[in-house]
């Protein structure tokens, strides 16, 4: 991914992406974009006992334990779907290399899938968060809505430190804000003070929630490079470490394998699909091999 210039405007963002990434997108989706967001509805059509692969988040509970029975929600398949991206902007995501940060990748992601949604006729709003919600930009269409999204993004303050992310407070306000069926993304790096999954999981249940967890390659591996300073991206706090210590370097991969590890169980326990998007990937790889990846799970599930 290439990093937005200073000089970067929302137009030149957009062609840019338009050019490298939208383009290669339809070629390879061939208008089939829905097949990114499988299972998706919006208005409850009936209920119907559960069957073995159906997708358990859409068991109706109160149903359930009325009728002793497994049941779950079908929904008619709108074609007009309104998405929503609840965006982390905390300091932590200014972390990359001088070609691409954290950051960039988010911006990046925002315009392709706002635009890719919006030129089929639907419509998408944002929370904004940083260590508090910044702004609620309303679901629209078109165009030019894309173009002020991309240019509230470029505007938002980065702050240099900031108190411990807590992504319940971006979550929790998706929760009461959106209330219609939606598609959401929630574009993090899931840095935050721990409990997050569970709003996510209750988000999950009411909508089709994605997780895309941003990452630099950096955060897993250190260079040897001899003694250099380490930043906390959230509080500022410096430490410097000697990358020479082989034995240092692998506390450090150990570490990051071990917050890994418990990312994939929190996810699992909210019940979301999660998109790894990394500082150095290929945006129209990481999108379709996820796509490949959630439609191949979906024919499994319905052969058990």
Known sequence: MNMPSSTSTPERILQRLDWQVIRRLDGIL?????SLFYGYGLDLADLREYQPGDDIR?????????LATPYIRQYFEDREITAWFLLDLSPSVDFGTVNSLKRDCLIDFVTVLARLLTRHGN??????YD?????VIPARGGR????RLINDLLNQPRLPNAPFTDLNVLLETAFRVIRRRSLIFVVSDFISAPGWERP??????RHEALAVRLWDPRETELPDIGLVPLQDA???EQLWVDTHDRKFRQRFHAAAQRRQAGLEAAFGRASVDVLSLST??????AIVEFAARRKQRKQVGMRK
Not at 200 to 205: A, D, E, H, Q, T
């Open 30 to 34: 061939q208008g089939d974009y829905r």
């Open 58 to 66: 859409y068991i109706d509970w109160n149903v359930t334990a009325r």
């Open 123 to 128: 419509r998408v709003g944002a929370i904004v």
């Open 131 to 135: 260590s508090q919600i910044q702004r």
């Open 144 to 147: 030019l809505h894309v173009l």
């Open 200 to 205: 996510l999981g209750l988000l999950s249940k």
């Open 234 to 236: 959230e509080t500022g």
């Open 280 to 285: 150095e990937a290929d945006l129209v790889r």
